[in-house]
């Protein structure tokens, strides 16, 4: 299998600080080859490698899935399937290979104000929205019932004269036949 999945420019900054990011870390490699068998178990056991990796939060070790010329796709597949299944989503795939890290620890400054949540465009609704919202739901519609019931009233009364209408249309041609 021939795998190519990186097509950036390799003089771009990114790629020069994740490959600068990558060399901080030791990997320990998994090489698929082709053989069906073997592969097979490799990546059972890399399956379990990753499931450690993720859970430990290791920043400094890592695993680098390495596919040599003969490997089959199914193989990069089941990679990613294993990626995507033990929710490990630091990687960076490049030539021939993929290389699996947890990512950078967040540096915490102590003497930084904690965050505030606020909520923005809140859509009308109150912060007792939780504590009672049928309640609220219920007072909103009746807000807007007051506000438009004119249109309300005109409204309905042009739904039940077009379906009187079409009911008596239909009357009317199967009297016909």
Request: glycine share 6%.
């Amino acid at each position: 299998m021939n795998f190519q999945n990186w097509d950036g420019q390799e003089n771009s900054e990114f790629f020069k600080n994740n490959m600068s990011f990558l060399n901080t870390k030791k990997f320990t490699t998994v090489s698929l080859t082709g053989n069906n068998n073997l592969d097979s178990i490799k990546l059972k056991e890399a399956q379990k490698n990753i499931k450690e990796l993720v859970k430990s939060k290791d920043s400094v070790a890592g695993i680098k899935f390495h596919f040599g010329q003969k490997s089959k796709y199914w193989a990069y597949i089941r990679v990613l399937d294993i990626l995507y299944v033990q929710q490990c989503y630091t990687f960076f795939v490049y030539k021939d290979d993929i290389w699996v890290t947890n990512p950078k620890p967040r540096k915490i400054d102590k003497n930084a104000e904690p965050m505030q949540i606020f909520v923005c465009g809140s859509g009308g609704y109150d912060s007792e929205f939780e504590e009672d919202k049928w309640g609220l739901i219920w007072q909103k519609t009746i807000e807007i019932g007051k506000k438009y019931y004119l249109s309300i009233i005109c409204y309905i009364l042009m739904l039940f004269f077009t379906f009187r209408r079409i009911v008596n249309e239909h009357i009317h041609l199967d009297n016909i036949k």
